[in-house]
């Protein structure tokens, strides 16, 4: 998909009132789309090389430009706005010492926890104001979030269809608990802008599970298509067997 070009000399389009509603809450997201994601693709490659998936790691390193491709068009249009960046927060911060701790799997859960949410707040995000070209950057994020949770899914589901399906299905549990935590986080840090969009908790909360759910069956159908596949595989050895 063909990047866009936001220009950081755009004309001012937001009143005092939208500037002052989503200053502090997109410096947040901004901060979190730009990171370089050097463990993970670390890890990426690491796994690449065990599981014989030369396409892995590869896959993983575009996702991250994509995510730090988001990060410019948000730092272009605040600049333009005289919106300044922040250059840390206790979210992120924590988000990335997650990622940063655990293991391939873990890191990968995390971060599609944060993609998860990102699409209810970039929908909250283009109401909240007026402006043409943050309307048309969150249009762009949300397509982009779309693609990623499809890839995210099939990621997942291939990094964790070795573990036993009664181990899966504890790991999605504890996945949901840990979104239903990072929803309130959220929206304790970004209420104003939810508010401005017309959201409530519960509609914001209600909203992000079925985005959790259709994720859920998007990971859950890639990990049964992976064991056809494979199946497939083995019959084709054992038909080949004989002849050998």
Not at 99 to 114: F, N, P, Q
Not at 191 to 206: C, P
Request: hydrophobic content about 40%; proline content about 2%; some cysteine.
């Amino acid at each position: 998909m063909t990047a866009l070009h936001v220009s950081c000399n755009a004309a001012v389009q937001l009143t005092d009132r939208e500037r002052s509603t989503i200053t502090s809450s997109i410096q947040q997201f901004q901060l979190g789309e730009g990171s370089k994601g050097q463990r993970l693709l670390e890890r990426g490659q690491k796994y690449g090389r065990l599981a014989n998936d030369p396409l892995f790691a590869g896959t993983l390193e575009i996702f991250i430009q994509e995510e730090q491709q988001h990060s410019r068009y948000l730092a272009a249009f605040m600049e333009s706005q005289s919106i300044p960046l922040a250059r840390r927060h206790w979210v992120d911060t924590v988000f990335r010492k997650l990622r940063g701790l655990a293991g391939l799997e873990l890191s990968l859960t995390v971060l599609v926890t944060a993609e998860i949410i990102a699409v209810p707040y970039y929908r909250a995000l283009r109401a909240a104001t007026g402006s043409p070209i943050l309307k048309m950057i969150c249009t762009r994020i949300l397509e982009d979030e779309a693609s990623h949770l499809k890839f995210q899914a099939s990621m997942l589901s291939r990094v964790t269809n070795r573990r036993l399906a009664v181990f899966r299905r504890a790991l999605s549990r504890l996945h949901g608990l840990f979104l239903l935590g990072t929803i309130l986080v959220v929206w304790i840090e970004h209420r104003r802008v939810f508010e401005a969009a017309g959201y409530t908790f519960r509609q914001f909360k209600i909203e992000t599970l079925n985005e959790f759910g259709s994720w859920n069956k998007l990971r859950q159908d890639s990990a049964k298509l992976a064991v056809v596949r494979n199946g497939s595989g083995l019959n084709t050895l054992r038909r080949a067997e004989p002849g050998t």
